[in-house]
């Protein structure tokens, strides 16, 4: 007896039409193909063309096509008529919602426009958030992104440069040790996975650092289960661990980043507290090359971090003074911190060890030139302690530099020559270093350096700082290995 097999289409349509587009479910904006039939979104998958994602979708990528299709989707304003949380609403025109807006928002825009407090949700129009409130004269507007990712954007522009996921990620090809802070899956999802396969692969280490262990933390090395809310205070304390240690990027610091601006101490001032700025408005620091003032991007400028100025009886500091008084303080110690991050002290400690011997001890360079934001032409693209040597304009200034303006303590020295006693008339060699004598407590006080570092005879480094000198008591070093900083 024969048996009729129905006829199936196994390859069906799917669209009629292809639209190359980005999605919009979170801000990683991955390349996609929206397939269209008959003048309706169908389906969506990934772009493998695209650089970002390279075709991989992510679930809520996927789920993108409801905001279309979704029978939920609000099609015409909407106008409450029942209780305040009763869920009653009927559609009305445009132009009604535009007569009830405009019956509410004019008397106010008449009255004081900053009376209005503006608040948008996150859709496709965050973008026009302040220029319409600016429009109407309100300070006081905000959107979703402000209380969501916009200050982790700002922080990233600071730091890295970037704003975040599309604009700078980690370096998947070459880091040898990730650290994710509360890191969700609901962002850059993609991205980040095929990151971490890579990185994985390699056999670099991923440390994540969230209250529970999923997603991306399950498949980390380490897995730190912080107390919620005290991630800042945990990456603080490290600070005050790599403070000590000394092993922080002086020369980085003072070249590309505000640490060597002035601030404005003068007390009670408009502008205590700001940067000094010169009169077309550019932050100052003092020039290493003149120890004046001078524009922190002028050309030939060399910032030094131990900078001061005195002006009208008020002596001006850099930002990097104020950092160091405030994360030298006792309060940021692992041991003041743990009970409250839920991280022993020996725990933060060896984290900070673990950063510093990455940063350090196995820096990466690149053999690509590039140009920074002051026109500075450099020889490589370096992942670790900055170097002079690969700059050419700093290569040349240090040529006519004496020896001891090579280190950016001994500089730091040398711009204070009144304390200069306290610290020996010349920088210690390697070897010296760890022969210095014992100083004394009233020694320590007067060296009002931020950046010295100088180390016992039982060879643990001591930190002079302000009016107080910290041992630091988990990094020693054995006779005659203990670099010169900058110079090594």
């Not at 015409?76 to 009927?90: I, L, Q």
């Not at 003072?254 to 101490?265: H, K, R, W």
């Not at 760890?434 to 350096?449: V, Y």
């Not at 630091?472 to 290995?481: A, D, L, M, P, Q």
Request: glycine content about 10%.
């Amino acid at each position: 007896m024969g048996f009729n097999q129905p006829v199936v289409d196994t390859s069906p349509k799917v669209s009629d039409e292809v639209r190359k587009t980005t999605c919009y479910m979170c801000a990683c904006r991955c390349g996609i193909n929206v397939h269209m039939k008959e003048g309706k979104v169908a389906y969506i998958e990934g772009n493998k063309d695209h650089p970002v994602n390279q075709g991989v979708l992510c679930a809520k990528g996927s789920a993108g096509i409801m905001q279309v299709n979704a029978p939920s989707r609000l099609r015409a304003p909407m106008k409450r008529v029942g209780e305040r949380g009763s869920g009653e609403f009927e559609e009305i025109t445009w132009e009604e919602a535009y007569d009830i807006a405009v019956s509410k928002l004019k008397p106010i825009r008449d009255e004081d426009p900053s009376k209005l407090a503006f608040f948008t949700g996150r859709d496709q129009s965050q973008s026009f958030t302040s220029l319409w409130a600016q429009g109407f004269g309100t300070p006081n507007y905000a959107a979703h992104g402000g209380f969501c990712s916009v200050n982790m954007a700002a922080a990233g522009i600071y730091t890295m440069g970037g704003a975040f996921w599309e604009f700078g990620q980690p370096d998947w090809d070459h880091t040898k040790m990730l650290m994710i802070f509360g890191v969700a899956e609901d962002h850059d999802s993609n991205p980040i996975k095929m990151g971490l396969g890579k990185i994985k692969a390699r056999g670099a280490k991923v440390v994540g650092v969230n209250p529970i262990r999923s997603g991306y933390n399950a498949v980390a090395d380490e897995w730190v289960g912080i107390t919620p809310g005290t991630d800042g205070l945990f990456i603080l304390s490290m600070l005050h661990c790599l403070i000590k240690a000394g092993k922080i990027d002086l020369e980085y610091l003072s070249q590309f980043t505000n640490a060597p601006v002035l601030l404005d101490e003068t007390n009670g001032s408009a502008e205590e507290g700001l940067f000094l700025k010169d009169k077309d408005g550019k932050a100052l620091v003092i020039d290493r090359n003149t120890g004046k003032l001078a524009p922190f991007d002028g050309k030939g400028v060399y910032p030094d971090l131990a900078g001061t100025h005195r002006k009208a009886g008020v002596t001006h500091r850099t930002v990097f003074h104020y950092m160091i008084e405030r994360y030298m303080s006792e309060e940021y110690a692992p041991e003041a911190v743990a009970e409250r991050c839920g991280i022993s002290a020996k725990r933060i400690r060896k984290l900070a060890a673990e950063l510093a011997d990455v940063a350090f001890n196995q820096a990466i360079e690149l053999d690509r030139p590039w140009t920074d934001f002051a026109a500075r032409s450099m020889i490589k693209w370096w992942g670790g302690p900055f170097r002079s040597t690969r700059c050419a304009e700093f290569q040349h200034m240090l040529t006519a530099f004496k020896p001891a303006a090579r280190c950016m303590f001994c500089k730091s020295c040398s711009a204070l020559l009144k304390r200069r006693a306290a610290c020996g008339s010349n920088h210690p060699t390697p070897s010296q270093q760890l022969r210095t004598p014992n100083r004394t407590a009233k020694s320590l006080r007067a060296l009002r350096l931020t950046g010295h570092t100088w180390a016992s005879p039982t060879g643990q480094m001591t930190f002079a700082c302000a009016k107080t000198a910290v041992p630091h008591v988990s990094i020693k070093r054995s006779h005659g290995k203990t670099p010169c900083p900058r110079t090594a």
